[in-house]
């Protein structure tokens, strides 16, 4: 069953690109990954079967994986165990089943930490209009997909609407603080742990994108702790590491087929890059719905449907 958006007889606190969050009370959100695609920060008016399922279940793969090593905000991504302890779900739980995940209740830092491993996306398009990043210069020469050793930390503003803008570490220390330093060390530990796994399956993480929020912990104390999704085909750049070659743009796990389709409607003057989208063929649908299953196959080593099973 294909979701396009949900309505449950919980509070809706948000319905973000992809996900549609519940309170549940103080301390506990459910996060309901739909079957919604954007891309260019557009959402599309069609769904990818199984992309809500896959996005849940490698997340909760990741938060379990990474352990005690971050505080995460996965409580469990068990539907079956998510119904019996909400029991208004009990009608919507083949609707929710696989794509729902319950949570601890964070208040998220309003950054985007993004860790860099490669140069390219919008880095890169900064890069080469002005050789900087955030404004901040670069070392010169640096080509298209070449590695940055060590990773960059390069921060994004979380717009409302339209494009997430690339911010310096000093603006966000001014926005949200001293937790900003704190942020960085976790997203660079996120991003070291994911690429490792990953490189053993022969996959790069060239960037992931990660958001954090601030949870009551166990004693009342305030702890940081790592929300929403984590290192999924939505939030970070997947390559073949076999096929990686610098000074050209990679072929990419992620959503590639859909951008290539948007890229040509838009040059097609189809298209002004912006809401609403061009309506997309089937065979676009197909095929991200089947890289989405792949991807979740290549970094887990099991078929979505066992994880679902
Ligand atoms: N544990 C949590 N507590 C509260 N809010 C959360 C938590 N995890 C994720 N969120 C928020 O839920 C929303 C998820 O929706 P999503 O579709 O991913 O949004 P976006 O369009 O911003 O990417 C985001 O706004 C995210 O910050
Ligand atoms: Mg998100």
């Known amino acids: 069953m294909a979701v396009a958006a949900t309505s449950l007889p919980l509070r809706q606190i948000r319905s973000g690109k992809v996900r549609d969050v519940y309170a549940l009370d103080d301390d506990t959100v459910l996060l309901v990954a739909t079957d919604r695609v954007s891309a260019f920060d557009v959402v599309m008016n069609e769904t990818i079967p199984d992309k809500g399922a896959v996005l849940t279940q490698l997340s909760a793969w990741w938060f379990e994986k990474l352990g005690t090593a971050v505080k995460h905000h996965m409580i469990t991504a068990d ?14 739980e083949e609707e929710l089943s696989g794509r729902t995940m319950l949570c601890r209740r964070a208040e998220v ?12 996306g919008s880095a890169w398009k900064e890069y080469s209009a002005s050789g900087t990043l955030a404004g901040e210069p670069l070392p010169t020469g640096l080509r298209e997909s070449d590695r940055f050793d060590p990773p960059l930390f390069t921060p994004a503003t979380k717009a409302a609407e339209g494009h997430d803008e690339n911010i310096t570490v000093a603006r966000m220390t001014r926005e949200i603080g001293r937790a900003a330093s704190e942020l960085e060390r976790l997203a660079r530990l996120v991003y070291e742990f994911g690429s490792e796994i990953a490189s053993e399956r022969g996959i790069i993480v060239a ?13 009342g104390a305030e702890e940081i702790i790592l929300v929403d999704e984590v290192l999924t085909p939505d939030s970070s750049r997947f390559w073949p590491a076999g096929r990686y070659e610098a000074g050209r743009p990679q072929e990419s796990f992620d959503k590639q087929p859909l951008r290539d389709y948007l890229e040509a409607e838009r040059k097609a003057g189809r298209w002004t890059g912006n809401a609403p989208p061009p309506s997309l063929p089937s065979n676009v649908i197909d095929e991200m719905s089947a890289r989405y299953r792949s991807i979740f196959e290549m970094l887990t080593g099991q078929p979505l449907s066992a994880a679902l099973a």
């Open 79 to 92: 539907t079956a165990e998510i119904v019996a302890r909400v029991p208004e779900l009990v009608p919507y």
């Open 109 to 120: 830092f309003p950054v985007e930490c993004v860790i860099r491993g490669y140069l390219s």
């Open 207 to 219: 960037d992931t994108k990660l958001e954090f929020g601030r949870a009551r912990g166990n004693e």
